[in-house]
Structures are given as C-alpha cells and as structure tokens.
C-alpha cells in the first residue's frame, strides 16, 4: 500500500535503476513498519525541471501510504533525504517530499480495497 515517486532531473542509468528501486522499496517498508511485499516505487529520471531557479540535480518525492502516521513525516523526511541524497548525490535541501494519507477505502489491490 505504500506508494513512493521519485522525480528528479537527474541522469540514471538503466543498469542503477534496478538498484536504485529496491533500496527505496527496502527504506520505505522500513521506515513505515509494512511488509514490502505491499510497496511500489517509481521512478521518473531525466525529468525537465527547475528548483530555486535553477537545473542543479533535484528530486520531487511523493510517499503515499494508508495509515502514514502524521506524527512522524518529519523522520521521514529525514530518512527519505538521506536516501535521496546517498543514492542520486542530490543535496537534501534540493529535495521536496509530498506526503499522502490514503483512506483504506480508496486504495485498491488485488481487486478490491483495503
């Protein structure tokens, strides 16, 4: 059920993408206590796009999840930064984070919600 996006203006290649989804994929279950058999990722690399007026590597992230716990974006972002940051050498501060809390009842899997 948890959903995370990454968009970013970077270059990255076929061969790290692989790697690059499945460290999201491990951090995200990680981070929220869910099952990774239940996490998707994506990823829109090579995406035109500007931040503080600049083309200087940037990441948009959105991370929508059932349950999110509100309390604690704050560690997510933290970690999702980090994350970012590690992986795609993207500086933390050029990094946005859309959270998501989905109602069970609007999200679909295998035929019907949750």
């Known amino acids: 059920m948890p959903y995370l996006q990454i968009q970013t203006n970077s270059d990255v290649k ?3 993408q692989t790697t690059l989804l499945a460290n999201a994929s491990q951090t995200v279950a990680q981070a929220l206590g869910k099952p990774e058999r239940y996490v998707m990722v994506a ?3 090579n995406t035109p796009m500007l931040f503080a007026g ?3 590597p940037t990441a948009f ?4 999840s059932i349950r999110l716990p509100t309390a604690s974006t704050a ?3 933290k970690k999702l930064c980090a994350f970012i940051e590690d992986s795609l ?3 933390k501060d050029r990094v946005y984070i859309e959270f998501t809390n989905a109602e069970a009842s ?3 899997w295998d035929g019907r919600t949750f």
């Open 61 to 64: 992230l959105v991370l929508k």
């Open 89 to 91: 050498k993207i500086p």
């Open 54 to 56: 600049t083309d200087q």
């Open 75 to 77: 560690e997510l972002s």
């Open 106 to 108: 609007l999200w679909g």
């Open 14 to 16: 076929p061969e790290q």
């Open 43 to 45: 990823l829109q690399a």
